[in-house]
């Protein structure tokens, strides 16, 4: 496999429940990132990691929860979500370089969709 | 304010038509500048970096006005499979690129 991969592409998940987003890059970048995009809004960043550790947290909600194990994988756990949640979520990678963050290579996105 | 603004649009143009899109930001202190494209149901994908001598790929030509904080990306001769939303992105500084909203474009035949 090549480039950044997603798993699942669609979750439905009701405001209780527990589930994971995971996110793989097979590209040797360094940095991962979750973002976030919903209708008519600009893409949000949630979440960078540089080297496995977390460089960013964008004021995100702890019901979201990033996990980076290693600079190949990247999570988010989601725990009693709200409606207002559901959205696509887009993993990406890049080669970063002091504050240059390099091009972004985004996954296909996982569309959640919070009953 | 926002940190980067777009016309939504849509713009919708004739194949063979030139279209330009503008965006604005608002830090001073931003230091780099990249176009990026989405098609419909499709993650971005970088289309080029805006460099402040201004750049051309082909048909699509960026420019940047640091002055008047303004990026442009100009299309021409557009054709029907650049109809996609054009993301404008500016690297703020400390590890963060800050997306706009889009700007749709639709080129009809």
């Known amino acids: 496999e090549t480039g950044v991969t997603q798993t699942p592409r669609h979750l439905v998940m009701g405001m209780t429940n527990k589930k994971s987003l995971k996110c793989e890059q097979h590209?040797?970048?360094?940095?991962m990132y979750w973002y976030k995009q919903s209708a008519k809004k600009p893409l949000e960043l949630m979440f960078v990691?540089?080297?496995?550790?977390?460089?960013e947290n964008n004021s995100v909600p702890s019901r979201f929860s990033p996990e980076c194990p290693n600079s190949s994988h990247l999570f988010l756990h989601l725990h009693t979500l709200q409606p207002e949640d559901s959205a696509l979520y887009l993993c990406?990678?890049?080669?970063?370089?002091?504050?240059?963050?390099?091009?972004?290579?985004f996954g296909e996105g996982s569309r959640l969709t919070v009953l | 304010r926002k940190e980067v603004e777009q016309d939504p649009g849509p713009f919708n143009v004739p194949e063979g038509a030139t279209v330009a899109f503008n965006c604005t930001y608002s830090?001073?202190?931003?230091?780099?500048f990249f176009w990026y494209r989405q098609d419909c149901r499709k993650e971005p994908k970088l289309l080029m970096s805006?460099?402040?001598s201004g750049n051309e790929d082909g048909r699509f030509t960026a420019q940047l006005n640091r002055a008047s904080q303004y990026i442009s990306l100009l299309i021409r001769d557009s054709k029907l499979s650049d109809s996609a939303t054009y993301l404008c992105?500016?690297?703020?500084?400390?590890?963060?690129?800050?997306f706009g909203t889009g700007t749709r474009l639709l080129v009809s035949p």
């Open positions: 990406a990678s890049s080669q970063m370089s002091g504050t240059n963050t390099g091009e972004l290579f």
């Open positions: 590209l040797g970048h360094n940095a």
């Open positions: 990691y540089n080297f496995k550790e977390q460089t």
């Open positions: 830090n001073s202190a931003s230091q780099s």
């Open positions: 805006v460099y402040s």
């Open positions: 992105v500016v690297n703020t500084g400390f590890q963060k690129l800050v």
